[in-house]
C-alpha cells in the first residue's frame, strides 16, 4: 500500500482529481481540513486542549467546538493560532496513521490518500511515500476561484501569496500533475503514474 500526499495551490483542481481517483481505483482518501474537525469532536483529547486553551467562548450550544468563534478569539489574538495549530496538528496525524496502520492490516486498499494545501508545511514529507504536486497555471487557478467560489482578485491574490510558491512545491514534490487543461489530460496523466494500480469503476 502506497500513502500518497496530494498538495497545491488553491484553485488547481485537488478535490476534482481526488474524485476522479476515488472513483475508479481501490483507495482511501482524507483531507486533512475534514480530519480536523473530526478530531475537534467532544471528548477528544484536543478538544479538551482547546476548551482549555481558549475558554468556553469557543463552545457552540450544541456542545461542539465553533469554528466561527474559535477563528474570532485567533483573530482577536493572533498568537493563540500557533498553540491550535500545535494541538490540532498532531491530533490529526495521529488519526491518519492510526487509519493507515488499520487499513494495511486489514488489507483493504492500495492506495491511501492524503490531502492539503500545507502537508509540506506540517511535516508530511517525512510521512507520506511520496507527495504530488497538483498544478494548474495561475491564470486557470484565478479564473476557476471566481467562477466556482465568486471570490474577488484581491482575495485570491491573498491566499495565494500565504502559500508556497510553485518553486518550492516542485522542488518538494515526487510527482507532478499538470492540470491546466482539458481534464482529458489530467486522466492520463493519473493512469500512467498509477499503471501498476487496477483500475475500475467502484
Known amino acids: 500500500m502506497r500513502f ?4 497545491g495551490g488553491i484553485g488547481a483542481g485537488k478535490s476534482e482529481i481526488l474524485g476522479y481517483i476515488k472513483k475508479h481505483y481501490s483507495c482511501e482518501i482524507y483531507l486533512a481540513d475534514e480530519v480536523a474537525h473530526l478530531v475537534k469532536q467532544p ?9 482549555e486553551l481558549l ?7 450544541d ?10 478569539i485567533i483573530f482577536a489574538k493572533p498568537e493563540l ?19 493507515l496502520t488499520c487499513a494495511g492490516r486489514e488489507g483493504r486498499t ?12 506540517c511535516g508530511y514529507l517525512a510521512l507520506v511515500d511520496e507527495m504530488w504536486y497538483i498544478y494548474a497555471d ?24 500565504s502559500q508556497l510558491s510553485e518553486e518550492a512545491f516542485r522542488k518538494n514534490c515526487d510527482f507532478v500533475i499538470d492540470n491546466s487543461g482539458d481534464f482529458g489530460q489530467t ?11 487496477n483500475a475500475g469503476e467502484a
Open 138 to 161: 495561475e491564470a486557470v487557478r484565478r479564473n476557476r476561484l471566481k467562477l466556482s467560489r465568486g471570490y474577488s482578485d484581491e482575495k485570491i491574490s491573498r491566499i495565494m501569496s
Open 63 to 72: 456542545g461542539e467546538i465553533d469554528r466561527g468563534a474559535m477563528a474570532d
Open 55 to 61: 475558554g468556553r467562548d469557543v463552545i457552540g450550544r
Open 4 to 7: 500518497i500526499g496530494i498538495t
Open 110 to 121: 492500495a492506495l491511501f490518500f492524503v490531502e492539503a494545501a500545507l502537508l509540506i508545511e
Open 187 to 197: 486522466i492520463r496523466q493519473i493512469t500512467q503514474k498509477l499503471v501498476p494500480y
Open 81 to 99: 493560532l500557533e498553540q491550535v495549530n500545535e494541538i490540532v496538528h498532531p491530533a490529526v496525524k495521529e488519526y491518519l496513521m492510526d487509519r
Open 43 to 51: 471528548g477528544s483529547r484536543a478538544y479538551e486542549e482547546l476548551k
